[in-house]
Structure formats: structure tokens, C-alpha cells
């Protein structure tokens, strides 16, 4: 059974710092992208990052130069270092993976193969 499972979620102040985990059971496939995203309740979901199977980094335009995501060695985990947060970056942060080229090309839709149950940031102004 494929599970994702995000932690690292808080509240913290405008221009601090989060880091997001999320660790991946079950997937039984070696070639996956990976890729964080967002949503507000009323809101469309939001990519934030992605991670492709070559290592590739792709951010969203409204996170580049304050958010990085990175993986382990065995990509079974996968993270994101949120810096200088600002009160607009709040929402509910999602992890998920995709095996399709297909979908890895959509991960800016935030709507991915399989995704986890999600971790609250909350950014006070």
C-alpha cells in the first residue's frame, strides 16, 4: 500500500524558516518524480516544487530563492527548506509522486499520481 506521510509543519513568523518532510512507503517503481504542493481552503491547489527522476529541480516563480527541495539517497524521502516565509505562503502543504512522465510534466497542477494526508504552515504577519 503506497503511503505518503508529511511532518514539519508549524506556525512561524513572517521571514522565518520550516522544514518539510515527507517520507514515501509502498511505491514500487524506481523512476519517479516527486513534488510538493499547497492549497487554501477555497483556493486551486498550487505546485511549489518538483523533484524529477534525474534529480531536476523546478520551483514555482513565487517560491524561487526561498524554498528548496531536495531528497535522500534512495528517494524515499523527500524535503523542503522554506525560508523568508511570508503570510501568502500559508496553507496546507502536500507531498506526492507520480511514475508517468505524463503527470511529472503537470506537477505545477499539483495533482500527482498518489499524495499524502498533508502538513498545516501557518505564516503570522
Known amino acids: 500500500q503506497v503511503q505518503l506521510a508529511e511532518s514539519g509543519g508549524g506556525s512561524v513568523q513572517a521571514g522565518g524558516s520550516l522544514r518539510l518532510s515527507c517520507k514515501l512507503y509502498?511505491?514500487?517503481?524506481?523512476?519517479?518524480?516527486m513534488a510538493w504542493f499547497r492549497q487554501v481552503p477555497g483556493k486551486e491547489r498550487e505546485g511549489v516544487a518538483a523533484?524529477?527522476?534525474?534529480?531536476?529541480?523546478s520551483y514555482a516563480d513565487s517560491v524561487k530563492g526561498r524554498f528548496t527541495i531536495s531528497t535522500d539517497n534512495t528517494r524515499s524521502a523527500l524535503f523542503l527548506q522554506m525560508s523568508s516565509l511570508k503570510p501568502e505562503d500559508t496553507a496546507l502543504y502536500y507531498c506526492?509522486?507520480?511514475?508517468?512522465?505524463?503527470?511529472?510534466?503537470?506537477?505545477?497542477?499539483?495533482?500527482?499520481?498518489?499524495g499524502g494526508q498533508g502538513t498545516l504552515v501557518t505564516v503570522s504577519s
Open positions: 506526492a509522486a507520480d511514475r508517468t512522465i505524463a503527470g511529472c510534466r503537470k506537477w505545477a497542477t499539483g495533482y500527482l499520481e498518489v
Open positions: 509502498g511505491y514500487p517503481y524506481t523512476s519517479y518524480c
Open positions: 523533484v524529477d527522476s534525474d534529480g531536476i529541480m
